[in-house]
């Protein structure tokens, strides 16, 4: 029996328990986060916990529980968004790279090399300052300043699979290369593939979280980087508890779980496929 | 003297090791042998403590959800110190100073960023030892002078052994462990390592660890046979080689017998004892035709390096040709042109004169490769893996009767049992991952033989396995070679294999063939 | 390089697929995980010297992409650009004459490409810019606050290697013992820190809380006149920022030497050294040590992107006067000439000092 009542394919393993279980309650706080009262400002300003707001209030009588509970789907959706783009972007570059070879492969790393040297907080903020980017911004910013990591690995990755006897065996017989990279190739990199999606997951959240810690994303755009960014002027008083523990325990909180996901993912795709 | 008795080893709760009993004295040699995986290995790492464990009681053997980690139970003794329960600092004191390791002479042996002479003055560096320098171990362990100052990386197989040797002998331990000290050397320096062995073995007490029953036979004064993590069988040397009791001991042994080297040693004038060998005995061979494999001139390079260089040979069709080296001989790439994964830079490959035998259209060739594993796709089934080659190779011929779906399963089960593998539908869903490496590779043999290949390439086919694969790969190959009179060649750098596969053998030597054997 | 997964396999094949869980190889979202292998292929002998004037070229064509995207996309915004170069509450009350003067001040008039021409002359000429809010030049106030985020960084970096790279040996040297597993778990917990929360943490329990160390500031208001006491005094106040730093760099450090060193202890030649009874130390430090020095020094180059990245976080929450902070408060103000001045600036001190610090790695693994 499992608590939601669902049938549940039997033997789960605990990697997958663990994943729904995080989809599960996302999904929850997202559906609750729809029906709580808007996150308007009131009269009660830095108000304490209370039971009329649980988690307290901000400076400008915002109840930080609402907040930090509608801060959640943008946070999280912006983090998967974002390195999903990354992640397709990266695939791209990276297995062109790999088929190509010879001079495009060059010029690809290249540009790798030279996005890599720039820190890139500072083009991140400059873009951002100008634009304080939206929800869907924010996403193709991150995007754009985070692609370059996994380009590398993912050349070295389908070069790797492109040059495994397998393949060389099924061309030899005469398959199309469309063949080889939906029979062979994709299934072989998939596994690695949604383990560094998972990881980008992760970074995506913490520079989320830095923008908005920043004041740089839409003022409109609640996350938990902007809610803990009230915290900051209340440093002296005790009212930084409850504005900065809550959206910094979520955050926490989704890197962690993230964290246990990925490593799980791990475990999972290496009992699903050992290389000897 | 090193006592051990009813010694038990858990990786969590994987039984590695399990009551152990055995006493070595000062003056004595003891093997265990037995094949990878059988724990061997790890029964030397534990009597130097060399990973962590905590000790547990002989009934908390079966207990589940233990924490990963390994736990031990019953007792090792050297010289009266209880190895499994003494500090750290304790062992530290016995390792080197009382006890030595040899293993297995790899580059990977000794530090990378150490020099020889660097790694000889860390063991003399620390008091005990004043009185010997640094030349005079080079001296007495016969390591040459321009070596001193190299990094281990430019060593070779026989000078890293002599170094190791050299590193756990300086001390004179009173006890030696013997870790497959020859496993990866070339026969000379084999034979002088096996005689640096056997002269001190009569000041120390040695284990010989290893699955060379040839070497055991040679050094042991007692062997003790580990089978499953079990010592299923111990006793004289001779008495287990001539009348073993076990009938695992006796397949060993058995295997052994497809080794010339064991056969000259035995002295087996008979060679009807070997059920393997009689019943892979061939007929003989037809007269050379002119038919089969033509390597004509064949000259391969990689930049300014000549990887082959002139290479011609011919392969009788139905016959089987070895071609042995050392490693970075050219082998590969000889094997890689001869079933064209790469193209030929100077030079022809023929098959039945005249018919490029590289370009796939025209003629049929088949790899076997050294890592079966790596040679199919990790997510396939068993099924899959046969299923492609047949679809793929029907489409070719564009013979509507071999992509139909029931033909195919049928075929795929005729395949099956032709490598010997089970055709259970269990076993046809099988991922190719969670094979064994002995079946993967009777897997890779069946692929390549659904293409109906006009001659077969193997390239290293057994140096992946462990030996009772090694041997039964080797019998499948010589039956199929012989049943389907298959022209085959095979690239090795282990001599019995081919001795044992080939008709005739050509060693090649820096890309050029040396000489040709006829058996 | 083989990807996280891959490596992880290997270990697998190594234990024999005993290994428990790796948190380590979740390190590597921290690290980009290439970077030492790409360093390697750069340190080829052979191209030494071309490898150098490479990643210096590639540092120029950053530079100058930064130039282009800092000139062009404030005038490709819609609207006035003086609008948004020139802090609206002081342009408000200006009359079009004053308008048209600063327009002129500011290299806006004439066509686009002229003014480029102009902007690129004036950064040639060292002119950075003039924050009308500070009213004073931005090269004069990157000048000022660069030396406080350079004495964090370089209090910091000795933290965080020594921190770092011990205990990730350590850890490393017997993975899944207890050690390990305690350190590990504290370092992760570290890890799923934002930056600023760290640093809050800190500055309200060491700062507010036991009030050991002053909240803000590089200095106290009246600096001492005897230079001792002033030293101490800034060491006082920037203690907390740069542990706030060191912090999330141990991170990086820990699991970079933590899963190297797990790597090394499967390696044959470790086992031997450890049975032919290699004393503690020297396996730490000629064993695992030694042995991880060329991953170590390939990374060090991006450690300065990273700390960047960090510096930022940690001065604007201690409000340390340092380069972060001027930053923030130029995003705060909207003082763009500011922001431009100073993004462009500290690029080009990052890329030089990283720059430097790979050719100095690329001279080491020369000299062998």
Not at chain 3, 170 to 198: K, N, W, Y
Request: hydrophobic residues 45%; contains cysteine.
């Amino acid at each position: 029996m499992n608590i939601t009542g669902f049938p549940l394919p039997r033997n789960l393993t605990r990697w997958q328990k663990q994943s729904l279980l995080f989809l599960l309650v996302f999904v929850l706080i997202s559906l609750v986060s729809m029906v709580v009262p808007s996150y308007d400002t009131g009269l009660d300003s830095l108000e304490p916990p209370s039971l009329a707001h649980w988690l307290g209030t901000n400076d400008i009588g915002q109840d930080v529980l609402i907040g930090t509970l509608k801060a959640t789907p943008n946070t999280v959706s912006i983090a998967i968004a974002t390195s999903f783009l990354a992640i397709v972007l990266s695939i791209m570059l990276g297995a062109t790279a790999a088929i190509a070879g010879g001079f495009v492969s060059n010029a690809i790393l290249r540009l790798v090399d030279i996005i890599q040297v720039i820190p890139s907080i500072l083009i991140l903020l400059f873009l951002a300052a100008l634009v304080h980017p939206s929800f869907w911004g924010t996403i193709l910013l991150l995007a754009l300043t985070t692609w370059h990591d996994e380009v590398r690995v993912l050349r070295a990755l389908f070069l790797r699979e492109l040059t495994r006897e397998n393949v060389l065996y099924a061309r030899r017989m005469g398959a199309s290369w469309f063949y080889c990279a939906t029979r062979h190739i994709l299934p072989a990199v998939l596994p690695s593939v949604l383990g560094l999606f998972v990881q980008q997951i992760r970074q995506a959240a913490m520079k989320v979280a830095g923008l908005g810690f920043l004041g740089l994303t839409d003022p409109q755009l609640v996350t938990w980087g902007s809610l803990m960014q009230d915290a900051l002027d209340h440093l002296q008083s005790p009212a930084w508890m409850w504005l900065l523990v809550p959206p910094g325990l979520c955050l926490s909180l989704f890197l962690l779980s993230v964290l246990f996901i990925g490593r799980g993912l791990e475990v999972y795709s290496m009992a699903d496929g050992k290389e000897p | 003297m090193i006592e051990v008795s009813n010694l038990c080893l858990h990786f969590s709760n994987q039984r590695i090791l399990h009551n152990i009993s055995f006493s070595l004295k000062k003056g004595e040699t003891l093997a265990i042998i037995g094949e990878s995986g059988g724990g061997k290995t790890s029964l030397a790492r534990l009597l130097l403590r060399l990973f962590d464990g905590k000790p547990i009681g002989v009934k908390e053997q079966v207990f589940s959800n233990r924490p990963k980690g390994f736990y031990w139970s019953g007792s090792a003794r050297i010289d009266g110190l209880d190895i499994l329960h003494a500090k750290p600092g304790e062992i530290r004191q016995i390792r080197g100073q009382k006890v030595g390791l040899i293993a297995q002479a790899l580059s990977d042996a000794l530090n990378p960023h150490l020099t020889i002479a660097q790694h000889i003055e860390e063991i003399l560096n620390d008091g005990s030892f004043e009185d010997q320098t640094v030349e005079e171990i080079f001296c007495r362990y016969n390591i040459p002078a321009q070596l001193h100052d190299q990094y281990p990386s430019r060593l070779s197989g026989g000078e890293i052994q002599r170094v190791l040797s050299a590193l756990a002998l300086a001390k004179q331990p009173d006890y030696l462990i013997l870790d497959e000290p020859t496993a990866s050397l070339d026969p000379e320096n084999r034979e002088i390592a096996i005689q640096g062995f056997s002269s001190g073995s009569r000041r120390r007490g040695q284990i010989l660890i290893t699955h060379d029953l040839a070497l055991a036979q040679r050094l042991a004064d007692r062997v003790a046979v580990l089978y499953k993590g079990e010592v299923i069988e111990e006793g004289d040397t001779e008495k287990i080689f001539q009348c073993p009791k076990k009938t695992y001991t006796g397949s060993l042994i058995q295997v052994c017998h497809q080794h010339p080297r064991c056969k000259a040693d035995e002295n087996a004038a008979n060679g009807s004892t070997c059920p393997v060998c009689k019943k892979t005995a061939r007929t003989t061979r037809s007269e050379p035709t002119r038919q089969g494999l033509f390597i004509s001139h064949v000259f391969h390079r990689y930049g300014s390096h000549f990887v082959l260089n002139d290479v011609s040979t011919l392969v009788p069709k139905g016959s089987c040709l070895g071609l042995v080296g050392p490693s970075g001989c050219g082998k590969s790439t000889l094997a890689r042109l001869l079933v064209g994964l790469e193209p030929v830079q100077q030079g022809a490959i023929f098959w039945d004169e005249g018919r490029d035998a590289t370009s796939p259209a025209r003629t049929r060739s088949a790899l076997v490769s050294q890592h079966p594993h790596r040679a199919m796709a990790h997510h396939f089934s068993v099924s899959d893996v046969l299923q492609e080659a047949l679809k793929l190779e029907g489409k070719r011929n564009k013979k509507a009767d071999r992509t139909d779906h029931h033909s195919i399963a049928n075929h795929v089960r005729k395949l099956l049992q032709q490598v010997g593998l089970p055709q259970e539908p269990d076993f046809l869903s099988r991922k190719t991952a969670a094979l064994s490496g002995g079946e993967a590779q009777r897997l890779v043999i069946a692929r390549a033989l659904a293409t109906r290949p006009s001659y077969l390439v193997l390239d290293e086919p057994t140096s992946a396995l462990d030996m009772c694969a090694r041997s039964q790969i080797l019998s499948l190959l010589a039956d199929l070679i012989s049943r389907q009179s298959l022209t085959t060649v095979i690239f090795t750098h282990d001599h019995d294999a081919a001795h044992f596969l080939a008709d005739q053998i050509l060693t090649i030597v820096n890309g050029r063939p040396e000489r040709v054997t006829m058996r | 390089m083989a990807p996280r997964l891959l490596v992880l396999k290997d270990m697998a094949r190594v234990m024999v697929d005993v290994i428990p869980i790796e948190p380590s190889k979740n390190a590597s979202d921290l690290v980009p995980c290439d970077s030492a292998s790409q360093g390697r292929e750069k340190r080829l002998p052979k191209h030494f010297l071309s490898g150098l004037l490479s990643g210096l070229a590639n540092r120029f064509v950053v530079l100058a992409f930064l130039v282009a995207l800092t000139f062009f996309l404030p005038r490709l915004m819609p609207g006035d650009p003086l609008d948004i170069l020139f802090p609206g509450d002081l342009a408000r009350d200006l009359t079009p004459a004053e308008i048209a003067k600063l327009r002129h001040q500011m290299g806006l008039d004439g066509t686009l490409l002229a003014q480029f021409a102009g902007y690129c002359k004036a950064l040639l000429q060292g002119d950075l810019g003039f924050s009308y809010i500070h009213a004073a030049p931005v090269a004069q106030l990157l000048a000022s606050s660069l030396p406080w985020t350079g004495l964090l960084m370089l209090l910091a970096t000795p933290i965080f290697l020594v921190l770092g790279i011990g205990c990730g040996i350590e850890a490393g040297r017997q993975p899944h013992q207890l050690l390990d597993r305690t350190m590990t778990t504290i370092v992760t917990i570290i890890a799923s820190l934002p930056p600023f929360a760290t640093a809050v943490l800190l500055l309200v329990l060491f700062g507010f809380g036991l009030s050991l160390f002053p909240v803000s500031g590089a200095e106290p208001l009246f600096p001492s006149d005897s230079g001792a006491r002033r030293l101490i005094d800034i060491l006082h106040h920037a203690f907390l920022p740069a542990t706030a730093l060191a912090m999330h760099e141990v991170v990086r450090f820990y699991f970079l030497s933590r899963g190297e060193a797990i790597k090394l202890s499967v390696r044959p030649f470790i086992s031997n050294a450890r049975a032919r009874g290699v004393g503690e130390g020297r396996e730490f430090i000629h064993y695992f040590g030694r042995n991880l020095v060329p991953t170590l020094l390939a990374r060090l180059s991006d450690t300065i992107s990273a700390m960047v990245t960090s510096v930022l976080f940690v001065e604007i929450v201690f409000s340390y006067p340092g380069i972060g902070n001027l930053i923030y408060n130029a995003v705060l103000d909207r003082d763009f000439a500011l922001l431009q001045g100073a993004v462009l600036g500290l690029a080009t001190v990052v890329l030089l000092v990283n720059w430097l610090l790979d050719s100095a790695v690329a001279m080491l693994a020369e000299r062998g």
